[in-house]
């Protein structure tokens, strides 16, 4: 593939401001999945005896680093785990293998004082408004209960100030206007700004958004997107950014990591990922983003991801990839360095396999044309 792709503007349309900042200069991670693997039993019927039991494969020896003032990108299909590996970092399932990390630190706290402290820190942002609010309580109870329970010193006219600041940030304003009404009273868009307000009143250092724009409306996606990466900007937080929308990943991320049936294959500055990606899934991926600019003929049937709990064995791409060579189907790929911070997992990549810079598209070097068998053969 060439290096051209061409990337539609986010679904939703205008481009948010800009790509987000560089964010601080300190190079260690606040948050971290180090080789995180989440395995669900399959519900319904008993393992026949002998056999082990059935698991959905659902993350799979997932390592991704978020950093302070900056906003990383998770990619993928519908099912591909992006959603669990968002619980998995915000301590809401019990890991299968592997460590989250927080400052450094390996966090395991599912329960009690530690585990709310994990939860202040890192907050998830869900990608329904509605469901996430008490339909009975008004805008300053919802807000109410939040400030007490992260600021448990506060009270009366202290706690309204906090609210009216909160409401402030996220631009509803005047905030008067706002406390005394019910969720029902409030658009979608303004129900997102205000789920982002409960989870400013934490003063969290991670924000895991989680397809936060998915439900809006096409015209109030920007603002929204907009008004994230401006808080997490201002205070220097790390945001994981949630999306099926590899598109919108190129303006609103700083880092884009793409994840197919559970597993990262790639990852890097979202400038590289999405106008030079190197791993065929992410090619595909961005040849089939809606492009009104696009002809139809452009856009590719992508074809269906793989059972998880039968994952195709070596890369999990394989029975997809145009590029699949007989390796593919027996090894898993490690991530190989494309240029800086640029990786990619597939053997095309492999100093045996590819010389730097090459790319699928033309036949990779030290790939024959008969290597690399047609599209849908594993
Ligand atoms: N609680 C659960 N129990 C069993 N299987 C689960 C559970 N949660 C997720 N899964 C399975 O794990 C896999 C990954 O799901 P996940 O929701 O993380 O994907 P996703 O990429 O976020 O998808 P979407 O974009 O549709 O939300 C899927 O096969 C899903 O059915």
Redesign the pocket.
């Given at each position: 593939m060439s290096g051209e792709t061409t990337v539609p503007t986010p679904a939703g349309g205008a481009r948010p401001e800009a790509a987000a900042g560089t964010g601080s200069a300190d190079p260690r991670p606040v948050l971290e999945a180090v080789h995180v693997t989440?395995h669900?039993?399959?519900?319904g019927g008993l393992p026949r005896r002998g056999t082990p039991r059935r698991v959905?494969h659902?993350?799979e020896d997932v390592t991704l680093s978020l950093y302070a003032g900056r906003i990383t990108a998770l990619v993928?299909?519908?099912?591909?785990?992006?959603?669990?590996?968002?619980?998995l970092l915000a301590q809401l399932?019990p890991l299968t293998g592997g460590e989250v990390r927080l400052h450094g630190q390996s966090v395991h706290a599912l329960r009690g004082r530690a585990f709310r402290e994990h939860v202040r820190k890192v907050q998830l942002i869900l990608?329904d408004p509605f469901a996430s609010f008490n339909p009975v309580a008004t805008i300053a109870g919802t807000l109410n209960r939040a400030v007490a329970l992260h600021h448990p010193g506060s009270r009366g006219k202290d706690r309204d100030a906090v609210i009216d600041d909160l409401l402030t940030q996220i631009n509803l304003v005047p905030p008067r206007q706002f406390t005394a009404k019910y969720p029902h009273e409030l658009s979608g868009g303004q129900l997102q700004r205000l789920s982002i307000a409960r989870a400013l009143a934490a003063d969290p250092d991670v924000f895991l958004a989680?397809?936060p724009v998915s439900s809006l409306d096409v015209s109030i996606r920007l603002g929204v997107l907009n008004l994230l990466r401006r808080l997490t900007e201002e205070r220097n937080a790390a945001m994981l950014y949630?999306t099926?929308d590899i598109a919108s990943a190129r303006y609103f991320a700083t880092d884009t990591a793409v994840?197919y049936a559970?597993q990262l294959v790639e990852s890097g500055p979202s400038e590289a990922v999405t106008q030079q990606a190197a791993h065929p899934y992410t090619q595909l991926l961005i040849s089939s983003a809606p492009d009104p600019a696009r002809t139809a003929e452009r856009v590719r049937d992508i074809g269906q991801p793989p059972s998880?709990i039968d994952p195709p064995s070596g890369c999990r791409f394989h029975p997809r990839c145009p590029y699949a060579m007989a390796r593919c189907a027996e090894q898993a790929p490690e991530p190989f360095e494309i240029s800086p911070g640029h990786t990619a997992r597939c053997w095309l990549y492999a100093q045996d396999a590819a010389s730097p810079g090459a790319a699928p598209g033309t036949t990779a070097p030290g790939t024959t044309a008969s290597d690399a068998p047609a599209p849908g053969a594993s």
């Open positions: 989440k669900f039993p399959v519900r959905v659902a993350v993928g299909e519908s099912g591909s785990g992006k959603s669990t590996l968002a619980r399932y990608q989680d397809e949630v099926h994840m559970g998880l």
